[in-house]
């Protein structure tokens, strides 16, 4: 049966995923095709833990680097992401692609892990899980350094965009001019802003803790849990593992990490206590997340709803003063933002979102199961 989507639809962005994933494939030859298709997804077993094997870290991400393909194959990677990204979206994620250049420049172009080069643009890897447009469930991933995108289509529809990472190091770089780079800037900004116009009762509440994590607190983990991360789990085994591997990645631990908890309930202030222009800040602050990806799959219109926004926690750790280290998290019913800006001097940003309900597809992915392959 011939499906009809309007313009923007779930079912037109998957439509537009499906034949430039198509076109992709077709581009490579045997070896290439080895390193690119992966299991259809699953639960469970190989299929499901593959593709739940994520990271952000300059790793191996799983996939077919940009390395290993002619520069037509590389467009036609960039055309796949441009399908599930907003313009907005999509020059943000080049502009992090990039940005390796520049984190190169700053470290002297110094740091050697072994291999080629370290700090490197090329070393992105896109992963199609299962046959693009057909009938079953099918799936992609892109990541790298400071990204990790995830797809999830069903029934000719997208039904799962998360995790999505982004990150930038430096988080701001000079121009000529005076003028600065920050390509996620305004989730900084605006984050700040919010808190820094919560009246002091609501202000004490909302900042948990006077330091911050030394990353986000959900870190890899395939399914959010309050399960404590070791640096070592941010890296695929064999590939890189940083020193102190044994530490936990937040450099939390005891009364800290408990404060910290992504333990339910959400931690922070809820939507429903701020006043019009702070709940404006809060839709504002959500939008740099949630619109990274094309409208008909975005759930940015769900926070129209007065309620929805009302369930919204705020939490932030560290200092509010612009430049000096900090976190924040935006919690709540399928819903989890995190944001650090740490390292170098509060000079290096990681924003996470997630879904706790739905990240991967997972809860869509055993409904299908549960109706086309039980006995």
């Known amino acids: 049966m011939t499906r009809h989507h309007g313009p923007g639809s779930a079912g037109e962005v998957a439509t537009r995923m499906a034949g430039a994933a198509q076109d992709w ?24 833990a593959e593709r739940t094997h994520w990271y952000y870290t300059p790793t191996d991400h799983g996939g077919l680097t ?7 194959q590389h467009r036609l990677v960039m055309r796949l992401l441009a399908s599930g990204l ?10 992090v692609l990039g940005l390796e250049n520049v984190l190169d420049r700053v470290e002297g172009f110094s740091v050697n892990w072994s291999r080629e080069r370290t700090r490197d643009p090329g070393l992105y890897y896109l992963r199609v899980f299962g046959e693009p447009g057909g009938a079953q469930p099918w799936g992609w991933r892109f990541g790298g350094h400071h990204v990790s995108l995830n797809y999830l289509v069903m029934d000719g529809r997208v039904v799962a965009t998360t995790p999505s990472f982004l990150g930038a190091d430096p988080a701001a770089s000079p121009f000529l001019g005076g003028a600065s780079l ?18 002091p009762e609501l202000a004490a509440r909302a900042v948990l803790l006077p330091r911050a994590p030394n990353d986000i607190v959900s870190g890899n983990s395939a399914a959010i849990d309050d399960r404590i991360l070791k640096r070592r789990e941010l890296w695929r085994p064999g590939h890189h593992i940083p020193d102190r591997p044994e530490e936990p990645a937040t450099g939390l631990d005891g009364t800290d990490r408990q404060t ?5 309930p959400p931690k922070g202030v809820p939507g429903a206590e ?12 959500l939008a740099t997340y ?15 709803d007065p309620a929805a926004l009302d369930a919204v926690h705020l939490a932030w750790a560290g200092s509010t003063t612009a430049g000096e280290p900090h976190y924040y998290r935006l919690h709540g019913p399928r819903l989890l933002v995190e944001w ?29 199961h549960a109706a086309h392959h039980a006995r």
């Open 25 to 48: 494939l077709y581009s490579l030859d045997a070896d290439q095709l080895l390193a690119a298709v992966g299991p259809p997804p699953g639960i469970g077993g190989v299929a499901g």
């Open 66 to 72: 940009f390395h290993r393909q002619r520069p037509a």
């Open 86 to 95: 907003s313009e907005a979206g999509y020059t943000t994620v080049a502009t």
């Open 182 to 199: 920050r390509p996620l800037g305004a989730a900084e900004d605006l984050a700040r802003e919010l808190v820094r116009s919560l009246h």
């Open 260 to 264: 910290l908890s992504l333990a339910p």
């Open 274 to 285: 701020f006043d019009a222009a702070q709940r404006e800040l809060l839709r504002a602050l």
């Open 290 to 304: 949630l619109d990274r990806v094309p409208d008909g799959i975005s759930p940015s219109p769900r926070y129209a």
């Open 340 to 368: 650090t800006n740490v390292h170098r001097g509060g000079n290096h940003a990681h924003a996470v979102w997630r879904d706790p309900e739905t990240d991967f597809g997972g809860d869509v992915l055993a409904a299908h």
